[in-house]
T-cell receptor, first 111, second 112 residues
Framework: SQQGEEDPQALSIQEGENATMNCSYK?????LQWYRQNSGRGLVHLIL?????REKHSGRLRVTLDTSKKSSSLLITASRAADTASYFC???????????FGTGTSLTVIP | DVKVTQSSRYLVKRTGEKVFLECVQD?????MFWYRQDPGLGLRLIYF???????EKGDIPEGYSVSREKKERFSLILESASTNQTSMYLC???????????FGSGTQLSVL
């Protein structure tokens, strides 16, 4: 069963704008991760945030985690055409033994 | 650089054939996973393994089996391929659930 749900399902923006994607989950988590997938390829890890962290940065990426709302957001600042991809959140549960993925957000950055 | 290698990028098989999808990782990871990905459904876990010769069912194991005879290799087997198994198959490995997953490039399987 899937743990995370991303919102929106699809997002189209102009180059240079910021892109925000959200992820909601259902049960208590150990950590939440964001992955990127270019069309027809495997997923690549972007960032991991632990349940006791609220915010994390990596380059143009900013991830927030609100465990009270069971949600996370991924912000990509100053987007580029090369950021066009699908983005997935994945969680591991406190009493779980696997990674749970959402259905993803498809981001299109228009040059 | 760490690597997860899947044996084929594209595969075309006939209904009823036995299909082997191979995955090899070079990171000495304990955990290995097989997912299938279909449009609108995200990634769904088929099987995973935490150790050699150990396997656990994921969310959609029906019609699949796995083999892990060596730590670095995790094979997915379609015993008798069917058209509804046409999909992208992704292998991944990790050191633990508290660390990131490394994915292979995926195998696009078409069953005709």
């Amino acid at each position: 069963s899937q743990q995370g749900e991303e919102d929106p399902q699809a997002l189209s923006i102009q180059e240079g704008e910021n892109a925000t994607m959200n992820c909601s989950y259902k049960t208590s988590i150990n950590n939440l991760q964001w992955y990127r997938q270019n069309s027809g390829r495997g997923l690549v890890h972007l960032i991991l945030i632990r349940s006791n962290e609220r915010e994390k940065h990596s380059g143009r990426l900013r991830v927030t985690l609100d465990t009270s709302k069971k949600s996370s957001s991924l912000l990509i600042t100053a987007s580029r055409a090369a950021d066009t991809a699908s983005y997935f959140c994945a969680t591991t549960q406190v009493a779980g033994n696997q990674f749970y993925f959402g259905t993803g957000t498809s981001l299109t950055v228009i040059p | 650089d760490v690597k997860v290698t899947q044996s084929s990028r594209y595969l075309v098989k006939r209904t009823g054939e036995k299909v082997f999808l191979e995955c090899v990782q070079d990171m000495d990871h304990e955990n290995m996973f097989w997912y299938r990905q279909d449009p609108g459904l995200g990634l769904r876990l088929i099987y995973f393994s935490y150790d050699v010769k150990m396997k656990e069912k994921g969310d959609i194991p029906e019609g699949y089996s796995v083999s892990r005879e060596k730590k670095e290799r995790f094979s997915l087997i379609l015993e008798s391929a069917s058209t509804n198994q046409t999909s992208m198959y992704l292998c991944a490995s990790s050191r633990s659930l508290n660390e990131k997953l490394f994915f292979g490039s995926g195998t696009q399987l078409s069953v005709l």
